[in-house]
């Protein structure tokens, strides 16, 4: 049995559990001020500790939801592992995604991801699609919820 064929009857018997939290990590206002230079989205809910203090509901600066989105390889990291002759990960992009809780300057946040499908493409891609929770520690509501595709690509 080849390592993609192993690894494709080891996932399915995960189809529909989890398989990975990550540890928490920390969005403070440096990692937001840095996120919004980068990608040149410097709104004030995000950069102006003392306005958004006085003029949103959140108390406070707020992290982009692409911010909290692009730490899911980060907690990916936390998670998975290479399989047995696998050779490399790619990200194959979200099916569905949801923001449903602004995070706060401050909070912790950490990836929950579930099993929700896997298939072989060919004879070297394995695509698995997971669920990613990303929750706030001591909210009830994550911060969003998505559906993300991951392909593992294993020796020929």
């Known amino acids: ?16 559990t989890e398989v990975g939290v990550s540890n928490w990590i920390t969005v403070d206002q440096k990692m937001i001020d840095e ?21 949103t509901p959140f108390g406070g600066t707020i992290a982009h939801g692409f911010l909290t989105l692009s730490l899911a390889s980060r907690f990916a990291y936390d998670c998975f592992s290479m399989l047995p002759g696998q050779v490399m990960g790619i990200n194959y992009g979200m099916n569905k995604l949801r ?3 602004p995070v706060r300057a401050g909070s912790k946040l950490r990836g929950r991801f579930t099993l929700k499908d896997v298939n072989a493409r060919n004879a070297t891609d394995l695509l698995r699609t997971n669920t990613l929770t990303i929750e706030i520690e001591g909210e009830e509501t994550p911060a969003l919820v998505a559906e993300w595709l991951g392909l593992a690509v294993f020796k020929d």
């Open 99 to 101: 923001f449903l809780m």
């Open 1 to 16: 049995m080849s390592s993609l064929q192993t690894a494709l009857t080891n996932a399915q018997a995960q189809i529909g």
């Open 35 to 55: 996120f919004a230079k980068t990608t040149q989205d410097e709104q004030w809910i995000h950069v102006d500790p003392v306005r958004a203090a006085k003029e």
